[in-house]
């Protein structure tokens, strides 16, 4: 019932920048958490950065300082804007939103269907 869409992946050269956006749609009642996690051929899916509600942020270390995540609530929309990018970033990124359909059960995780960010000189 919800779906998540990613936009914004590319190629980009080391040091550049790049902004991803994700929207959600569908029986959407509210959503607390959205974000970003990433995975690279051979590794784990891992985190990358998540906003909740009350718009506290968490980032992995190893993007601290270089990424940005942010939210139009208006829109049901996830941004993420990466900056000084290196090699280590490249992977597919999943958007991630943990939505309530209704006031009467719980919410449920939903995922993205990936966006490929490649980084290359």
């Known amino acids: 019932q919800v779906q998540l869409v990613e936009s914004g992946g590319g190629l980009v050269q080391p040091g550049g920048s790049l902004r991803l956006s994700c929207a959600a749609s569908?029986?959407?009642?509210?959503?607390?958490?959205m974000g970003w996690y990433r995975q690279a051929p051979g590794k784990e899916r891992e985190l990358v950065a998540v906003?909740?509600?009350?718009?506290?942020?968490n980032y992995a270390d190893s993007v601290k300082g270089r990424y940005t995540i942010s939210r139009d609530n208006t829109k049901n929309t996830v941004y993420l804007q990466m900056n000084s990018l290196e090699s280590e970033d490249a992977a597919v990124y999943y958007c991630?939103?943990?939505?309530?359909?209704?006031?009467?059960?719980?919410?449920?995780?939903?995922w993205g269907q990936g966006t490929r960010v490649t980084v290359s000189s």
């Open positions: 906003v909740r509600s009350g718009s506290i942020t």
């Open positions: 569908g029986r959407v009642f509210s959503i607390d958490t």
């Open positions: 991630y939103a943990n939505v309530r359909i209704s006031s009467y059960r719980s919410s449920d995780n939903n």
